[in-house]
Structures are given as C-alpha cells and as structure tokens.
C-alpha cells in the first residue's frame, strides 16, 4: 500500500467509478489509512473524496444514493470473496 502501484490502482478504481456515473451524483470513499493520498487522488482524477469512517483495509468504495449502487473495490471485501473460494 506504500508503492506508486497502489496509489495507480486507487486511481484507476476511481476513474471506473466515475465513468459508471456518467456524470450522476456519486460518493466515492477512500480508507483513512489513504488520507495522506486524498490530494494526489484528487487532482489526478478529478474527484472529489470523502475518507471513510469505517475501515475496509484499502481500495475504494462509491455509492450512488439514488440508485441504491454500491461499487466495492474494498480490499476487504476482497479479501471474504478469496476465503469463499478457498477450497483445500
């Protein structure tokens, strides 16, 4: 999460997240362990972010309220899909 690849993954999360809105409102969240990236985030995609309160380990979240759409990119939700699938 300390690496120029993490803060390009953030980014292109956001981009994607902008594009699906195609100019509705939208809220897109980012971890308060990424706050020190809000600005950078920002200015490279034009966003506006709101750091979440709530932890997700890292990734990004979007919410369209009016649509009821969640777009999870949350590492931890990630992280429950690969248990789920974990077979021995």
Known sequence: MKTPE????LT?????AKEFANGEEMIIYINSSD??????L???TGAKLTISNRDFIGGTRAVM????ILIDNSFITRFKEAKNEFVL
């Open 65 to 68: 309220q009016e649509k009821n």
């Open 35 to 40: 706050e020190s990236l809000k600005e950078t």
């Open 42 to 44: 920002e200015a490279k």
């Open 12 to 16: 292109s999360q956001i981009v994607k």
């Open 6 to 9: 993490y803060t390009q993954l």
